[in-house]
């Protein structure tokens, strides 16, 4: 079993050199509303919705781009994107303005960025919302936390609160900030969170889960990063067993159904 691995700075009398790589949705404005609180002129690069899109259908990946354009359209539909929009909206004061992203780019893994990369050298760098990340940026970007909502090693991949209710298994409803490497959700896990999951004795719908628990997951990624920022050491666990990996493509609109009848 692999040994955990524990980061600090060498020099933490000196500004943090931090980096975040996130796409457009609204749980992304409110992480950078965070960091701009705590880390002023920290880097952003932004891989909107939009720009993935586009980068999928570049390399032919026309079926990819299908299932994300269903999931788009099933969530304006059911009016879960109204709910993410107003829930992380009442998070960020009225007239905040956010700074402009120092590169907005289709896709994180472009020579662009890597030349960005070689410039700024981060020491942290945070992911959240992108396509996967290649090398070529891992090797620029010092140490990566990737936030992700699923239970980890259990549910990698996509949609994992909702494969986690579809199991049965609400237990495993929860966020994980891990180090990011190669292996899609295998880096080592640094902290896990979990939202509440009833109100009034009524299991909360997926996507109140989902909001409380990038909400919880952005907060303690806040509060991981000024830790480390001081000088505190940063300790991660190795992952224990394989779990799953889920795309887009495996949350058919039959499964959905299939949920929504369990009630």
């Known amino acids: 079993m692999s040994e955990a691995l524990k980061v600090k700075r060498s020099s933490p009398e000196n500004p943090l050199r931090l980096l975040l790589i996130c796409s457009d949705d609204p749980q992304h404005t409110y992480l950078r509303y965070c960091l701009d609180r705590k880390f002023p002129g920290y880097r952003c690069i932004i891989e909107p919705n939009a720009g993935q899109i586009r980068h999928l259908e570049k390399k032919g990946r026309h079926g990819d781009v299908k299932w994300m354009k269903y999931h788009s359209w099933r969530r304006k539909l059911t009016g879960d994107r109204r709910k993410r929009n107003e829930y992380f909206a009442s998070l960020v004061p009225p ?26 050298k981060p020491e942290i760098t945070v ?56 292996q899609l959700d295998g880096g080592q896990i640094l902290d896990l969170v979990q939202p509440r999951l009833a109100e009034n004795g ?37 992952q224990k067993g394989e779990g799953r990996m889920f795309r887009h493509r495996d949350r058919t609109p039959w499964r959905e159904l299939k949920l929504w009848l369990r009630g």
Not at 102 to 108: G, Y
């Open 95 to 120: 007239g905040y303005k956010l700074p402009p992203p120092d590169l907005e780019v289709d896709s994180a893994n472009c020579a662009e960025v890597w030349s960005a990369l070689e410039d700024w």
């Open 127 to 182: 992911c959240t919302g992108t396509k996967y990340i290649g090398g070529s940026v891992i090797a620029r970007a010092g140490l990566m936390l990737n936030l992700h909502t699923g239970y980890l090693p259990d549910y990698k991949g996509n949609h994992c609160i909702f494969f986690a209710l579809y199991d049965g298994k609400p237990d495993k409803v929860a966020g994980t900030l891990h180090q990011l490497t190669a």
């Open 202 to 238: 009524k299991r909360l719908s997926e996507e109140t889960l989902y909001a409380g628990c990038i909400h919880a997951l952005i907060d303690r990624c806040v509060e991981r990063i000024h830790a480390f920022a001081r000088g505190d050491e940063l300790v991660f666990q190795p």
